[in-house]
């Protein structure tokens, strides 16, 4: 009798426990296993904010990195993201954002940023460029995006071109390879997806 | 009572046989890698520098890996988010702190994706080894520091390279011969995850990408620069290529490094 008494407070105890665990859960934000949102680190934006991919939750998100010292395809990577954007706006497509992510943790940084896309005319809505903080967080992004780069010895960047759509949830559905590919199935998948 | 001393005798015995894991101080040097630049168009050898750095002289086993997922609770197998490792993440663990009975607890860590074996790395205020690094180590044979020109030592690996891999659980770590710098099983136990694995722009992606496309035929020209006869190597790179930041595989496992981020 004894025994089943002490399950019971053992059960009693469980149950208790349990129901504070969950309470803690509900309290910090729990993003889709899927959901780039997972990564923690920290990116500066123009104005010099730290900004965590997860504050872009409720958005839909394009994705892709270049360098503001790029020569070659990344002035073509943002030209093809200008049609993108002409494209999503004839469909009525509003509540997204543009997010550039720069390799070069060593020349970029707001300040050059800011001018970068200024230059480009793209220093409105729904742009945006973040600047890493170490050659590490490049990695790791690259990595989460399916991008793939090697530092050159001039300190450039050979890198793949690959535009990633993120849903709201910050969930990658889509990828687009190549600063020539045609946007025409990315921007109907992204009017037509409620997520 | 004769029981225990056998067993006593066993544990000692086998205890005795075992390769502390330590970190290894590697003298700096020159690496001449067959892979260039991608934008080195003059077709000449270049060699790049590696300063000095320490590495582990064991890969990371599953009894080590058990303690960091019980201390990071994240990393376990049934807490892990989808975006970090594929669904075969530890597969060779029957729980989210137990392993399979089968599964040697001194083999090496597998079955972990690239993100699980940076914050492995991390969390001993270590990384993984950049490709250059780990090129560097491996291209240590017993007796030389750079045997990859070394046609015997080459051909051991390829010989390596073309056994299909076992289906049996994967054997213990630091069984065999160290190399010229004290490392174990660099070679002939598991592939091991690199920091950049994610460099190489021969993948499936970047085929269809026209500006690539001319970089790759610049790398593939200057590629008869290189030594053409470190076939291991390139087999290597192919593999590297393959994979996903959350690839998990049955021979796939890593060692962490410490110095300062080398590219």
Redesign the interface.
Known sequence: MSKRKSLLALALVLAVTCGADQKNKASAPE?K????Y??ETIWLDPSGKEIRLADFHGKKILMTMIYTHCQ??CP?MIAKLKEIETDLKKKGVRNYKIVLASFDHERDNPRRVAEYLKERKINREPWTMLSPRS??DV??L???L?????????G?F?????LVYLDKEGVPRK?L?????DHKDLVAFMANDRK | MLHVLTLAFIFFTAHANQIKPRLVQIPGGELKPFWIAPTDITGEQEKIRIPPFHAMNLPVTNSEYVDFVRANPKWRKSKIKRIFADPSYLEQFASDLRLKKEIHPRAPVTYVSWFAARAYCESHGLRLPSLAEWEYLGAASETKADASEDPDYLARLIEWYNKPPGSGPVPPVGRGKPNYYGLYDLHGLIWEWIEDFNSSLISGESRTNGSIERELVCAAGSLAGGNKENYPAFMRFAFRSSLKGTSTIRNLGFRCVKGERNE
């Open positions: 993003f296993g899927e959901s780039v997972n990564i070659y395809t073509l050659a590490a990695r790791e690259a990595a989460v399916g991008i793939t780069y090697a530092k050159e010895k001039e450039g050979a890198h793949s071109n690959r990828a390879d190549g600063v020539k590919a």
